[in-house]
């Protein structure tokens, strides 16, 4: 599995090799595997805005409360769930996603993390996410099934870095030892 974590000296920590279609980074700005639903965060109000991007359409689907001062986002690759990386409360909140419902979307879990998350990514079959923890040095790992902080992880190799902001998985990222 690659992970790559960008820390503010610019410098990356690389595990791996590969790539894969989908969500690589993290981002204010998400897609679903099948680029139908967008995810943005608005940090000034914390919330989060859904969208309808299929086909040629570009449809708002609603504005959905989260936690203070949301930075990043990332959906599963099926799109029914959301995870925001809340810098200020030092948390994440999972959503769950149905774009048939209104609201669209509604928060199932707030899990604590490490100080000032950031960055926040998911392995390519939605098992896990990864979330920069840019004040704590370190990277949060969730199990998605439980919605739960399965570790933190301090050291990959060489230190995380100072102050990890941004993160990336590879299409074979989906290992259970990372």
């Not at 996603?97 to 899990?111: E, M, Y």
Request: charged content about 15%; cysteine-free; aromatic content about 4%.
């Amino acid at each position: 599995a690659l992970l790559l974590i960008f820390s503010s000296s610019r410098q990356a920590v690389a595990q791996g090799a590969g790539s894969f279609v989908g969500t690589t980074h993290s981002s204010p700005i998400t897609l679903n595997a099948d680029d139908t639903l967008m995810a943005v965060v608005n940090p000034d109000v914390n919330t989060v805005t859904f969208f309808d991007v299929g086909g040629d359409k570009n449809v708002s689907l609603g504005e959905i409360a989260v936690g203070k001062e949301p930075n990043g986002v990332v959906l599963s690759p099926n799109g029914k769930f959301a995870y925001v990386a809340n810098t200020v409360d030092g948390t994440v909140s999972v959503l769950q996603v149905d774009v048939s419902k209104q609201p669209v979307a509604a928060v199932i879990a707030t899990l604590a993390v490490g100080i000032e998350p950031y960055g926040i990514a998911i392995t390519p079959n939605g098992s896990k996410i990864y979330v920069t923890n840019s004040r704590s040095n370190s990277v949060s790992v969730i199990d998605a099934a439980k919605n739960t902080v399965a570790k933190t992880i301090t050291n990959i190799g060489p230190a995380v870095g100072a102050e990890p902001r941004g993160i990336a998985i590879t299409n074979n990222g989906n290992a259970e030892d990372t």
